[in-house]
């Protein structure tokens, strides 16, 4: 695909419930990253994947959240017994290691996720 | 956590007047980045400075920085009304994730 997107583009759940959010990103990107943006905030680091694996998942806030990429292109953000403070923005971005495009990272449209 | 500050918190001026935001950040860096947002939506990356260059410049926009003062600012000249949008900083971490910083909304009125 052209760039970066993400399923669905709006969640709206209950407490407690599991919900999943999906990201494709551009085809050939090895790296990938998942963000959370509260409302008037910037979005902040959840997990880092590179490939197959997730190479940094020190922003994840507690055991609730996970994340999978296992054939190292989709990947999805789960998130178990949501509470309403997860209500938020999750953005994913995804970048080339290599070629001028080092470390532009392209973001996605973003799921904005309401927990009732 | 957030790397730092960006001021103003939200700027508005009148078409074709220019636009700078300031941002702060609190570790030494590679490079720092700046982003767009417009409302809702995901992010496009404008520019990158690398902690070696003190200005870059890209079409209408023009980025300094100053390492001594872990500060930098992004100009916006010949403002549009389709230039409204938030407008954060980051810089990039160890594992390369991006940190930002808590953004200026730009409005810019026709």
């Known amino acids: 695909g052209a760039g970066v997107s993400q399923t669905p583009s709006n969640k709206v759940t209950e407490k407690g419930k599991y919900v999943e959010l999906r990201c494709d990103p551009i085809?050939?990107?090895?790296?990938l990253y998942w963000y959370r943006q509260s409302l008037g905030q910037g979005p902040e680091f959840l997990i880092y994947?590179?490939?197959?694996?997730?190479?940094?998942d020190s922003g994840l806030p507690n055991d609730r959240f996970f994340a999978v990429r296992p054939e190292g292109s989709v990947s999805t953000l789960k998130i178990q017994r949501t509470e309403r403070g997860d209500s938020a923005m999750y953005l994913c971005?995804?970048?080339?290691?290599?070629?001028?495009?080092?470390?532009?990272?392209?973001f996605g449209p973003g799921t904005r996720l309401t927990v009732l | 956590s957030q790397q730092g500050e960006e001021d103003p918190q939200a700027l508005s001026i009148q078409e074709g007047e220019n636009a700078t935001m300031n941002c702060s950040y609190k570790?030494?860096?590679?490079?720092l980045q700046w982003y767009r947002q417009n409302s809702g939506r995901g992010l496009v990356h404008l520019i990158l400075?690398?902690?070696?260059?003190r200005e870059k410049h890209s079409g209408r926009l023009r980025v300094t920085l100053d390492t001594s003062k872990k500060s930098s600012s992004l100009l916006i000249t010949a403002s549009r009304a389709a230039d409204t949008a938030s407008y954060f900083c980051?810089?990039?971490?160890?594992?390369?994730?991006?940190?930002f910083g808590s953004g200026t909304q730009l409005t810019v009125l026709p």
């Open positions: 971005a995804s970048s080339s290691t290599s070629g001028r495009s080092y470390n532009e990272q392209f």
């Open positions: 085809s050939g990107h090895t790296a």
């Open positions: 994947f590179q490939g197959t694996g997730a190479a940094d």
């Open positions: 570790t030494s860096i590679n490079n």
């Open positions: 400075i690398r902690s070696n260059e």
């Open positions: 980051a810089t990039v971490g160890s594992a390369r994730q991006l940190t």
